[in-house]
């Protein structure tokens, strides 16, 4: 029994770790939960350069409706050959292609934020700052690396739009240890220009990552809007009732 808890612990504490160890600050990500251009966008960036890996098989196509998408705008952009409205987004890549040419299956991205949430703090955060520092690292096999995933396996499917960069390291005194080094990131180098400027890239990645956080609760605006009114009625009641018993002990005295 002792043995099972301290595998429970270690097994919680590990994100917590896992962050330290990398220690990469996150930026915030944009509040576009209620902007329903910004989703679209989103969506249509995770199916044409997310779903052709990745998973996200607790989702349908049509629930795509919710962000005001019609049946022939979802036909016409948004499904991968042979799928249909009402199937599940499910990626065309086998279990057994992606685990030779990455080393493992690409994770299921239904929940991928708050996945994120509970082990970064904020999922949304996390991952808009992990696809905007990617960098070229010619001794991974993708020939990629991440600031804040280090030695990601996931390629940088993004770098058309954001380009190539390189990152610049710079040893550093362990203010615990003056006689340890440690390594630092500096500055990112352009070696390729991209599509995108760096606003319209951070944008585009704004987009993708409230879609994301969007297709882990598709109602949680109607929920939020739900407790809103619950509040307010539960407050109300509570008045009534304060009011009733005020009443009732009167006529008692």
Known sequence: MKMFKKIIAALVLLPALALAS???????????????????????????????????SSMRYSRLKDLGLTDDQ??????????????LMTTHLSAKDA????????????????????????????????LRTYYQDDSRPTGWNNLVFHNVGMPHVLWELQGVRSAEFEEVEDPHDPSQKL????????????????????????DLVAYLNWMGEPAQSTRKRLGVWVLMWMSLLSVLAWRLNASYWKEVK
């Open 22 to 56: 990398e220690g990469y600050p996150l930026d915030h990500a944009p509040d576009r939960a209620n902007n329903m251009a910004a989703l679209q966008n989103g969506a249509k960036l995770f199916v044409n350069y997310c779903l052709n890996c990745h998973s996200a």
């Open 183 to 206: 390594t630092e990131f500096k500055k990112f180098n352009t070696v390729k220009p991209g599509k995108l400027t760096t606003a319209e890239y951070d944008s585009e990645v704004a």
């Open 74 to 87: 979802i036909k016409g952009s948004l499904l991968l050959a042979g799928d249909k409205v009402g199937d």
């Open 99 to 130: 685990k030779a040419w990455f080393g493992a299956a690409p994770p299921d991205l239904s929940v991928i934020a708050r996945s994120k949430s509970s082990e970064a703090g904020s999922g949304p955060d996390w991952l808009y700052t992990y």
